[in-house]
């Protein structure tokens, strides 16, 4: 038996790997590492065009709420304006009714 | 815990390659898939490099995902209905590079018909040089049945090569006498 594992220990010896195979494995490597990164860079470009959509979207959302603001703040004033002018006719109309009724007397 | 080595893929690729290449082309049969499978086993080192702690660690974590991944390859060719060892034999007429001896060349062969527990056993045992302990961890099997299947394995490989043996002896005898 002892001859026999003997033998069959010696058929068993490792065999020379094929010469190309550790420049496929270090292309296979590499191919893997370039395309991670890759997929970091879009990972990333993804996330800034997130946040800059993020942050245009607040800068834009910040200038409607201005812009409302201001229409309603100008909207304020020409009422204000109408209501002036509308009191100073009122004051005009009664004048002159006063003026009248005094003539009549 | 700290250590101090450090993990070179380049240098475990030089180490390791022929170990592995080797365990795949026993396990397979087939050169072309034992590379596939070298390959696949080196990129998944490379994954998990961060993980290997020494360089013993990283010659069983070797062993062990080459001869998973050969007995991976094996089912999905089984799967496919294709007996590998009878392909290449039966239909290509492919031999495996011989050994020094002719014996060697037959072992070889007969390792090849062996199913498939007892031929890992064989091969860690007598390519390797591990203890049932060692192929027990690496198959990740208990220590009993490895070394039922190295037992079962040997007598089998030994009975499968008698005849040959017998030749092989009678051979040599004849040369002695010349």
């Known amino acids: 038996m002892q001859e026999f594992e003997r033998e069959l220990r010696q058929a068993l010896e490792r065999r020379p790997a094929p010469p190309s195979l550790k420049g496929r494995i270090v292309q296979a490597r590499q191919r893997r590492a370039q395309s991670a990164r890759r997929w970091v860079l879009w990972q990333r470009l993804a996330a800034s065009l997130a946040l800059a959509a993020v942050l245009g979207g607040g800068v834009e959302w910040q200038r409607h709420v201005r812009e409302e603001r201001r229409q309603g703040e100008a909207a304020r004033q020409q009422v204000l304006i109408a209501l002036r002018i509308t009191g100073h006719a009122l004051n005009q109309m009664n004048t002159q009714l006063a003026a009248h009724g005094r003539a009549q007397e | ?178």
């Open chain 2, 1 to 178: 815990m700290a250590h101090d080595w450090q993990a070179d893929f380049e240098q475990l690729v030089d180490e390791h390659q022929a170990m592995v290449f080797s365990l795949a082309l026993r396990m397979t049969g087939d050169r072309g898939l034992a590379e596939e499978i070298a390959q696949d086993v080196f990129m998944e080192l490379d994954r998990n490099l961060a993980r290997i702690e020494t360089a013993d660690h990283a010659c069983f974590w070797l062993r062990r995902v080459a001869m998973s991944r050969s007995a991976d390859a094996l089912r999905r060719r089984r799967v496919r209905g294709l007996d590998l060892w009878v392909e290449m034999e039966d239909r290509h007429g492919i031999r495996l590079e011989p050994p020094a001896s002719p014996l060697g060349t037959r072992l070889e062969q007969l390792l090849a018909t062996l199913p498939e527990p007892q031929r890992a056993a064989l091969v860690l045992r007598y390519q390797e040089d591990l203890t049932p302990e060692e192929i027990a961890a690496t198959l990740q099997a208990p220590v009993a049945t490895v070394k039922s299947h190295l037992q079962r394995g040997l007598k089998l490989l030994r009975a499968k090569a008698m005849h040959h043996l017998k030749e092989f002896v009678r051979v040599k005898e004849q040369a002695s006498g010349d």
